[in-house]
């Protein structure tokens, strides 16, 4: 239920994040171990037993493991995973229909909404932002890259523009626990994007007057 776009991934429990971790490390499926870490380390079940944390995390070596998860080369169609092209800003890059299909139902209509689009082999984007676009890519395929303060609202922006809920979610618990974004600007994403569990979080987290006069009522 996780690694498909059933999403379960932000209802993930303490209960299960540590099997999941185990299989995560298992069968080397990155989003798998980063969501069980970032559950067990941000979870109040955990909050007193740091001891604890370190132990399940340093038990499977997930960062060493990390590495080998080959990142996909989008710009190279001989790679046998890749079935069709997308053409941006009048660039080809190549993907699979079946896993983007997984995730969007954007690029399902696109890729089999009729019988004549099962059988072309290119579809143009407009108006996207090639580099942005092969950063989403890298963030849902399984080499599951980082999100980042720079990369967090255009995969948000993406993320609804195709309906990839799972995106979505990644941005979101990003924003939500990172220490790089003020609280102010959570709840001005939060509110762009109706992200009610960035918002609350970011609102409990005011502790003062001086950090509850840098937010503005949108």
């Known amino acids: 239920g996780v690694i498909y776009p059933s999403y379960k991934y932000m209802n993930m429990k303490v209960k299960s994040a540590e099997f999941l971790l185990k299989l995560g ?66 660039e080809r890059i190549y993907v699979s229909k079946q896993y983007l299909s997984l995730h969007s139902p954007v690029f399902n209509a696109m890729f089999y909404g009729d019988l004549t689009a099962k059988d072309k082999g290119e579809f143009e984007l407009k108006d996207v932002n090639r580099e942005e676009f092969l950063e989403m890519l890298h963030a849902i395929y399984p080499s599951c890259k980082k999100i980042t303060v720079d990369s967090a609202e255009y995969l948000l922006e993406l993320g609804v523009r195709f309906e990839i809920t799972y995106l979505i979610e990644r941005a979101e618990e990003f924003l939500t626990i990172s220490d790089e974004i003020s609280i102010p600007e959570k709840i001005k994403i939060a509110d762009k994007f109706k992200l009610d569990g960035l918002e609350g979080n970011a609102i409990n987290q005011i502790k003062t007057i001086q950090q509850a006069k840098g937010i503005k009522v949108f």
């Open 25 to 90: 490390d298992r069968f080397l499926i990155k989003y798998v171990i980063e969501h069980s870490e970032n559950i067990l380390t941000t979870s109040p079940f955990y909050s007193d037993d740091q001891s604890r944390i370190a132990a399940v995390i340093g038990l499977y070596g997930m960062k060493k493991h990390l590495d080998l998860i080959p990142r996909v080369d989008f710009t190279d169609s001989n790679e046998p995973r890749h079935d069709v092209a997308l053409m941006i800003d009048g």
